[in-house]
């Protein structure tokens, strides 16, 4: 088992900065692929980014591609998903995610373990 625990969130003003962090614990990361999810009220979880194990290639939302990074420490075991140029449709509890053996990894359901989330809020 996985236990994730992500921090970081806040309110920021549109076009600030704010850096999530993810830690795991239980287990280690290094061989997980990990994500970002978020989900805005009213609406349903929606992928943000993703990170493979080995490799560390990337993949993004095309919503955030160009303004987010992912990138992961498994030294300290933990993912981070740094957002720049953040727009008031950021605004969303952000969830981290781990373990995407298979299938559609832009579904939530391709994923085995979660965070419990940390709000973003970006006004205008």
């Known amino acids: 088992q996985v236990q994730l625990v992500e921090s970081g969130g806040g309110l920021v003003q549109a076009g600030g900065s704010l850096r999530l962090s993810c830690a795991a614990s239980?287990?280690?990361?290094?061989?997980?692929?990990m994500g970002w999810f978020r989900q805005a009220p009213g609406k349903e979880r929606e992928f943000a980014a993703r990170?493979?194990?080995?490799?560390?290639?990337?993949y993004y939302a095309d919503s955030v591609k160009g303004r987010f990074t992912i990138s992961r420490d498994n030294a300290k075991n933990t993912v981070y998903l740094q957002m720049n140029s953040l727009k008031p449709e950021d605004t969303a509890v952000y969830y981290c995610?781990?373990?995407?053996?298979?299938?559609?990894?832009?579904?939530?359901?391709?994923?085995?373990?979660w965070g419990q989330g940390t709000q973003v809020t970006v006004s205008s």
């Open positions: 995610t781990a373990d995407s053996p298979g299938g559609d990894f832009y579904n939530t359901d391709a994923w085995n373990y």
């Open positions: 239980g287990r280690s990361i290094s061989t997980y692929a």
């Open positions: 990170i493979n194990w080995g490799t560390s290639r990337t």
